[in-house]
């Protein structure tokens, strides 16, 4: 959409003064933000009903992206560049004296996710607008997302993420559209077998959307998010006349939690009926919703999988299979075996984690109790499929007992996802391949053709053209822009890897942006760290596979070097962490106190000259990891090979030019193929050599403590009062390490320290790392998550563009 400059200073001045109340110049911030972001909305409405209005005429098949978690960040900048009046926008503000990118600052993020999960989620939903793919994400609108993370004497504390106290601008509440879900009840069955649901207790979900706005191509997609409301009396007036407060309002707190928090864990099923809650509630409005929308195409129900895609991200929206059934059997009448063959042709799963404890399984007691209709669909899905393994199997039970979605009184949510999808992907070549051969290679084996590969992606608007525009920029000057369109394009910069005045802008942008995380560091953390030494960053969720416990335990074999020889020769580093723990996660959160103690101590020890600095950077999110990863030099990506699925951060760390020291795991395997050997630095067991280790069961910790006196002198350290007087402080860190390290941490130390000795030689061959860094940026055009969506839609969805 175009408009002009002095439209939009008229339009704003009019709406920010409404807004506001006030003369413009007396405003507030927040009210700036609002009236900008507001205007913006309403900009973007004529072609969000347009957008939608084709997709019904043109009868397209339509996806749906079932996701527990969007991890969103900030619209205002993205909806800004996407409608194409950014520049206007910026000059139009300036001249009324305001500052574009202060009023940006002032949005919350929407942090409804975790991480990984969620982050990908919402690049998906960016790529579909863009490349005009009729793509909904569907998911719950929580009144709280993800914890603010405050670190206070070195610990997390958490703070509830309090993200609609001022109003959320850009979403609409669709009252009209609300549908009840039932919880609880009974099911009867009538003499002609039909199912009734009875005596349930309803909850009325209420749908808020939010436009995803395509990059410059009038498109504009919907993500809709439930939120549990009670269906009528709010609460109960002759209990509150008898002063039972609490219990008068006790069944709409009840119903209003469902939406209330989003659970904080990032691999780590709790099975909290809540969740359970959480789950069915948004599974059956969205369905609800689909099916409501597709009739009145007026097409026959059993043709809905040509106009209907459900795709289910993990097995958090597993249900939907089951929500299906029940709708196509005891609503519209259809045959279980015509409701199935639907069904599996509109549904579709992607695995993200192989790590067991992050499988949900529920216990058929509570699940029973909660879904008593689901449940007995997922039973009869259940016998069918033991039915048919035990014809394949030969009768062999325990064959049918390991692989039954219902055994030992649990409901195994993966299994029900697979044998319900037409497709399973895992979201990395390694990690695929691990699915077919390990994890899940008895499915594979009896469903070859749905198992598939969709590495993912990033979404390049964000993560490159907003969050990096002086990069952006010099990038746009040797290539031209089309890289915005196709990213692949920027494959073109190798013509320019020689040419020094290139390497020159690409050195002064990188400094530029540390330079700004140099102030952030200062404001926030009060530590004044060294814009000449290399930033290395390890920003992601807290966890022991992804080894933040490596990363501090190598920063203070180096303090304990230069403690040694202060005059060592030796290239200063910033360490920067940046990494929320779940609460329940103690070890996690004794790491996060870990990283702050040493790093007070090598912080405050003029001995070192600050040759070495540690910084944790406290809450990361979208918006910070935007600030993070334009200024980073060495990104860490150093999970214990099999366990990182993939990885997003990876590339958003390698498309802004930062060379990554990695294990081949996940999608670091696939950035090693793209960049070649050369321009990673890899390092670390391989998927073979964990296996092997995991079969010999002869990995013996104390013997590589015996021969590494680097690593025993660090070990001792964390219960010598090296770091605490409180020796006891970090024990269940030492204990994990020495009497367990299942992430054979200790295994991999010696090959990281020569990783990093190899990343300073290259580092101070300043050419040589500049050549590294635009390689990087070169190739990382592969992991743009439009290049993942196209895969799936082609691959998976069998979904078309419908471009205006
Ligand atoms: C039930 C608790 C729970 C919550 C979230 C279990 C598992 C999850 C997610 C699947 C964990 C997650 O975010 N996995 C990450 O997904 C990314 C996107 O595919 C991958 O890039 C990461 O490697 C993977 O860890």
Redesign the pocket.
């Known amino acids: 959409m175009g408009i002009l400059k002095d439209t939009f200073k008229i339009d704003y001045v009019k709406k920010l003064t409404n807004k506001s109340g006030e003369d413009i110049e007396k405003t507030s911030n927040w009210d700036q933000y609002n009236a900008l972001a507001s205007l913006v909305r309403e900009y973007l409405t004529s072609d969000w009903v347009n957008t939608n209005d084709r997709y019904n005429e043109k009868k397209s098949k339509q996806v749906y992206y079932f996701s527990i ?1 969007f991890l969103t960040g900030r619209f205002l900048l993205n909806n800004l560049v996407g409608i194409g009046i950014k520049n206007i926008v910026e000059k139009g503000l300036k001249e009324l004296g305001f500052d574009l990118e202060e009023i940006i600052s002032v949005e919350k993020d929407q942090g409804l996710g ?5 982050r ?1 989620a919402a690049g998906f939903l960016d790529s579909m607008a863009a490349l005009s793919i009729p793509g909904h994400g569907c998911g719950i609108r929580y009144n709280y997302g993800l914890f603010e993370q405050k670190i206070i004497d070195g610990y997390q504390v958490e703070f509830p993420d309090a993200w609609l106290k001022d109003r959320n601008v850009w979403e609409i509440k669709k009252l009209d559209k609300a549908v009840e879900v039932h919880f609880y009840g009974d099911v009867r069955i009538d003499s002609n077998g039909k199912y009734y649901l009875e005596n349930t207790s309803p909850v009325l979900a209420v749908p808020y959307d939010t436009p995803i706005v395509g990059y410059k191509n009038d498109v504009v997609n919907t993500l809709r998010l439930w939120s549990a409301q009670v269906i009528n009396k709010e609460f109960d007036f002759s209990k509150f006349s008898r002063g039972e407060y609490m219990n008068a309002f006790k069944k709409k707190y009840d119903v209003e939690s469902i939406s209330q928090v989003l ?1 904080p ?6 099975g909290k009926i809540l969740r359970l809650k959480q789950e069915y509630f948004f599974v059956s409005a969205g369905v609800q919703g689909i099916i409501r929308s597709f009739k009145k195409m007026g097409i026959p129900i059993n043709k809905i999988y040509d106009y209907v895609s459900i795709h289910i991200n ?1 097995t ?1 929206p597993a249900m939907a299979i089951a929500e299906l059934m029940r709708i196509f059997i005891d609503i519209e009448d259809l045959s279980w075996e015509e409701a199935w063959d639907i069904t599996l042709k509109v549904c579709s799963y ?1 695995n ?2 192989i790590l067991s404890e ?1 499988l ?1 399984c529920w216990h058929v007691g509570i699940f029973k109790e909660l879904l008593p209709r689901i449940f007995m669909i997922i039973e009869e899905i259940n016998r069918r499929f033991c039915k048919d393994l035990f014809d394949i199997y030969n009768k062999d039970q325990n064959k049918v007992n390991d692989m039954a979605i219902i055994s030992d009184g649990i409901i195994r949510m993966a299994y029900l996802a697979i044998v319900g999808s037409h497709s399973v992907n895992g ?1 990395a070549k390694l990690h695929t391949e691990i699915l077919k051969n390990k994890e899940l290679h008895d499915f594979y084996t009896i469903f070859p053709a749905k198992f598939n590969n969709k590495t ?1 992606g990033i979404t390049h608007r964000r993560w490159l053209l907003n969050a990096n525009p002086d990069l952006s920029n010099v990038i746009t000057k040797y290539i031209g822009d089309y890289w915005v369109k196709d990213a692949l394009n920027l494959r073109e910069l190798i013509k320019y890897i020689d040419d020094e005045k290139f390497q020159d802008e690409i050195e002064i942008v990188k400094q530029k942006n540390k330079d700004a995380l140099a102030d952030y560091i200062l404001e926030h953390n009060g530590i004044k760290v060294n814009t000449k030494s290399i930033f290395d960053v390890h920003a992601k969720r807290l966890h022991e596979y992804k080894r933040q416990t490596l990363n501090i335990l190598h920063v203070m074999f180096l303090y304990n070097k230069l403690l040694k020889n202060p005059d060592l020769d030796f290239v200063p580093r910033t360490f920067i962490f940046a990494a929320k723990a779940a609460p329940s996660y103690y070890i996690a959160k004794q790491t996060i106190k870990l990283i702050n103690t040493v790093g007070d101590k090598i912080n405050n020890d003029k001995r070192i000259k600050d040759k070495i600095k540690v910084v944790f950077l406290e809450n990361y999110s979208v918006s910070l990891a935007e600030i993070l990863i334009p200024a980073t030099d060495v990104s860490e990506q150093i999970s214990t090979t099999t366990k ?5 951060g990876n590339m958003k760390f390698m498309m802004n030019g930062a060379v990554t020291i990695a294990t081949l795991d ?2 670091n395997v696939e950035i090693h193929e793209e960049v070649g050997t050369d321009n990673i630095v890899l390092f670390g067991l391989t998927e073979e050599e964990v296996y092997e280790l995991y079969e010999k069961h002869e990995y013996n910790t104390q013997a590589i403590i015996d021969e590494d006196p680097r690593l025993k002198e660090v070990l001792d350290q964390l219960k010598n009062g090296f770091l605490s007087e409180d020796k006891e402080l970090f024990q269940i860190i030492y204990d994990s390490l020495v009497y367990n390290d299942e992430y054979f941490v200790l295994k991999d130390f010696d090959s990281y320290v020569k990783a990093h000795e190899r990343i300073e030689n290259y580092y101070l061959d300043r050419e040589r790392w500049l050549k590294m860094c635009i390689i990087n940026i070169a190739h990382s055009g592969v992991f743009s998550s439009d290049k993942t969506i196209l895969e799936y839609a082609s691959g998976i969805w069998e979904a078309q563009r419908v471009p205006k």
């Not at 864990?265 to 709790?270: A, G, H, L």
């Open positions: 978690e975790n991480g990984g999960l969620g990908l659970y864990n990032d691999s780590y099923d709790e993990d958090h992607t993200h984690t992050a949900e979201v993912n990182e699925a993939s990885g997003t996940g999608a």
